[in-house]
């Protein structure tokens, strides 16, 4: 009974001195929503990129690098791992784990032309080894995925995108046309739809736009693409003295390494399995003398690879923090104005101790107006929030598009701000519970 | 003013001021810090290239049908951007300042090293390079006409060599610190060495991945680039012809045959890509202006809630020092110079605590180290607001008559 009282006073205490109740809201408000919109931000960069399917996806490597010299002191993999492979190389692991699903990418701009036209369309393709459409969920629309048989005969076959086949065939149904990639004709078997993971966790190259919308068109088995004279222009790493420079149009296949091994590993004894095969694979090439530096290899998931190579970008968390500054310096000032409210109804609250109020009582009182002032505040944040999130996304950082509201956030939110109610009334309370009674009925 | 009441006064107030300090000291580290973010960002921004931007426009060609003499056509296409009323020269090279692309091969100094040296951005063009970037030569020469080679050929051959090298002047310190670049052989492209023939004093990299100390680390190869390869680079010689000349360049290359494809989207300004190219530190910075606003409207206010509460409860107090003689100016400064005490200690632990602040940014965000002259900044700024803020309460409480000492609160 004395407990719903106390409830009831601390509810009638919101509505007195408008003014400094009105600021305390705003206040709460503002800090919590320039939080929740940089949490939204990051949650969104930070969200699975193929959901369902990469949990189940390793980026595997070895490190096939010739030995340092004096002169590479200053090795450019110092922020980010290297991840690429030699073709002889993503061979031989790929053949010493026949059961283990796996493939070997690259992404590179191909020039495409319909059988018929003399126009031509540039591309992005994956070019790869192994089932990689399956792998990566690259969803099917019409026709169907080259086949392990094809893949082994180099039979010149492509899966393309729904957008490209009706740039290049118009209305008409792209399965079972013609397209010529290089020097040779590729038959359409498969058509997709739209598949475009963000970040493109899939094929990371230094420079690309990780957060880009567009991604691959067109999924081309490795070995035909290779035998009708396309060459990779992607990320590279090469051995010797040869021609290794980025963007050149020729690429010394054994010498360099361009391919990303992805694994397919959905438990851990499969995973360790595979991270066991792939050391002994580094070892046994150690030994042999053919993988020059000591025997290093790595198996990385999914998230894993994306915090390795900081994908998410700085700024961001940089804003975050300053949203929590601004949050924390917002709640040090409600803090300050709950203090004056509580401090400056001292005599009322005098007399009530004086007439048998115990101090949880009071306390309580001021919990309640503190607790219900940051509800408030939480309600506030909401459109506060999305209006930030709406300034976010005039901002063209290529990822910005992905700041939208959840209402799963909103949940959080109002945890957030009642819980931030309570800490900042919890001081400003405890200080007007100790009020003694005696001092504030005798002062006039 | 004497400053033992106003101490004794504050003591007693321990909550309050407790609060107003650090608030004020909160708000001390996070503008310094972000104030230094912003310098950092507009630095960026106006970071030179070396080119001379405002005389410079580029257009793109491609061709639909794939011809053989690519190299022919480029001459022929800079015949005719050069013929473009106030075209002071022309030129074509795989990658410029601000462009998508950007080349970098390895540099090793001898033919036998492995693994490079340093690795650098790559622009191929000819020897109208210099003069169309107004790049400034501090050291040799320019090319020559003979040693500048078909480099559509040399790919389609797979032998690319390069017989001679201009360095940009950060290249040259890097590679020979005794600062004898001159003459000396590099190993760029292929096995045979290209000889170092001239120093220009700044060229930048097209974009600025990797830190900013190799920014400038890019070197010019002489080399033929076929129109399908390049973009066209065109310096005109009155910058407020940009648009003219952008327009005729366009319909001068489109003449060029029925299968051409000009991008009116690739045809700009270099001033223009300067602009798109750092929107996102521009964005950032008015981001930060924004939360720095934000900051100290907050920390304002928050100062003028506690001072009013505070004032209205000594109003007694006021007003007995009224009714013994105390003037209006003397109760207003009373408060100003209390505030000022309390900014004082409160930005004393602010600098302390950006200091701390910027320590956690060195470690997790690489930035620099933040500079000394900041805090004098922030110092002043805070001093300001809270002299600001407290001013309303403060002659409020200037305003309490000094009948209030007689009556009970």
Request: charged share 20%; proline share 6%.
């Amino acid at each position: 009974m004395a407990a719903r009282y106390a409830v009831e006073l601390g509810l009638r205490g919101l509505l007195r001195h408008p003014r400094t109740m009105v600021l305390t809201v705003v206040l709460l408000g503002l800090g919590l929503a320039a939080v929740m919109s940089m949490l939204t931000l990051l949650a969104m960069l930070s969200a699975d990129p193929l959901p369902g399917i990469s949990g189940r996806l390793h980026l595997a490597w070895v490190d096939s690098r010739a030995a340092p010299t004096s002169a590479s002191a200053a090795e450019p993999d110092a922020d980010a791992p290297p991840f690429l492979w030699k073709l002889a190389d993503a061979q031989a692991l790929m053949a010493l784990q026949p059961a283990v699903r796996q493939a070997a990418l690259v992404s590179t701009p191909v020039t495409v032309q319909p059988d018929d036209a003399d126009t031509s369309n540039t591309a992005t393709a994956v070019l790869a080894l192994g089932p990689m459409p399956s792998m990566f969920g690259v969803p099917l629309q019409r026709g169907r995925y080259w086949t392990a048989a094809e893949e082994q005969d180099r039979v010149p076959v492509a899966v393309i995108g729904d957008a490209t086949a009706r740039a290049l065939f118009g209305e008409a149904d792209a399965v079972g046309r013609d397209l010529r990639i290089g020097s040779t004709m590729f038959r359409v078997i498969g058509v997709v739809g739209p598949w475009a993971p963000r970040p493109r966790f899939h094929f990371l190259q230094a420079g690309q736009a990780v957060w880009s919308e567009r991604s691959e068109s067109l999924f081309v088995p490795l070995h035909a693409a290779l035998d009708a004279g396309v060459a990779p222009v992607a990320t590279r790493d090469c051995d010797g003295r040869g021609v290794g420079g980025f963007g050149f149009d020729t690429i010394d296949l054994d010498a360099c390494r361009w391919l990303a091994l992805w694994a397919e590993l959905p438990d851990a004894a499969t995973r360790d399995a595979y991270a066991d095969a792939l050391a002994g694979y580094a070892r046994s090439r150690h030994a042999a003398g053919v993988f020059e530096r000591p025997a290093a290899s790595r198996l990385d998931s999914v998230p894993a690879w994306l915090a390795a190579n900081r994908v998410v970008p700085d700024t961001v968390r940089l804003y975050l923090w300053l949203a929590v500054g601004l949050l924390a310096l917002c709640m040090v000032n409600v803090a300050g104005l709950l203090a004056a409210r509580f401090l400056r109804r001292g005599s009322e609250l005098g007399v009530r101790r004086v007439l048998g109020a115990p101090r949880r009582s009071v306390l309580l009182q001021c919990l309640v107006e503190a607790v219900a002032a940051g509800t408030l505040g939480g309600v506030l944040a909401w459109p506060l929030t999305l209006f930030g999130l709406w300034v976010i996304r005039l901002q063209d950082h290529g990822y910005t598009d992905l700041a939208r509201f959840e209402p799963g956030l909103f949940a959080l939110l109002l945890a957030l701000a009642i819980g931030t109610g309570l800490l900042v009334g919890l001081v400003p309370a405890l200080r007007a519970a100790r009020i003694e009674p005696v001092l504030q009925i005798k002062s006039p | 003013m004497e400053l033992r009441p106003i101490l004794s006064t504050l003591s007693r107030h321990k909550t309050a001021a407790a609060l107003i300090v650090f608030e004020i000291a909160l708000s001390c580290a996070i503008v310094c810090n972000a104030l230094f973010l912003i310098a950092g960002r507009l630095e960026r921004i106006d970071r030179p290239t070396g080119a001379d931007e405002q005389h410079v426009v580029t257009v793109q060609a491609r061709g639909l049908a794939r011809d053989e003499n690519a190299n022919a056509l480029t001459q022929t296409d800079l015949a005719a951007l050069r013929a473009i009323p106030g075209v002071a020269n022309a030129t074509i090279s795989v990658q410029m300042p601000f462009g998508n692309s950007n080349w970098n091969s390895s540099v090793r100094m001898t033919a036998e090293q492995r693994g490079e040296t340093m690795s650098v951005s790559n622009y191929i063009a000819d020897e109208h390079l210099i003069d169309t970037l107004g790049l400034k030569l501090v050291a040799g020469r320019n090319f020559t006409r003979d040693e500048v080679g078909d480099f559509g050929r040399m790919r389609t051959e797979g032998k690319v060599h390069f017989p001679a090298v201009i360095l940009g002047q950060a290249t040259a310190d890097r590679l020979f610190p005794a600062g004898d670049a001159l003459g000396k052989g590099l190993y760029i492209w292929g096995e045979e060495p290209s000889r170092v023939i001239g120093i220009v004093e700044r060229l930048a990299k097209p974009n600025d991945f990797g830190s900013a100390a190799s920014y400038e680390e890019s070197v010019i190869l002489p080399g033929q680039v076929p129109y399908s390869s390049g973009a066209y680079l065109v310096r005109v010689q009155d910058p407020s012809q940009r648009q003219a000349v952008l327009e005729q360049a366009q319909k001068a290359l489109l003449a060029q045959g029925p299968t051409r494809i000009v991008d009116a989207e690739q045809a700009r300004t270099l001033e223009s890509m300067r602009d798109r190219y750092y929107r996102q530190d521009r964005a950032m910075a008015w981001m930060l202006v924004a939360v720095i606003v934000a900051l100290l409207v907050v920390t304002a206010l928050g100062i003028v809630g506690l001072a009013s509460f505070w004032v209205q409860q000594r109003s007694r107090q006021i007003g007995i020092r009224r009714a013994l003689g105390a003037t209006r100016g003397q109760i207003l400064r009373y408060f100003q110079t209390e505030n000022f005490l309390l900014a004082t200690i409160g930005i004393a632990i602010g600098m302390l605590l950006a200091y701390a602040l910027n320590q956690l940014l060195m470690q997790r965000y690489e930035l620099p180290r933040l500079p000394l002259f900041y805090l004098p900044i922030g110092a002043v700024a805070l001093w300001l607001l809270g002299q600001i803020a407290v001013y309303g309460p403060a002659r409020r409480a200037a305003l309490v008559p000094p009948a209030v000492a007689t009556r009970g609160a």
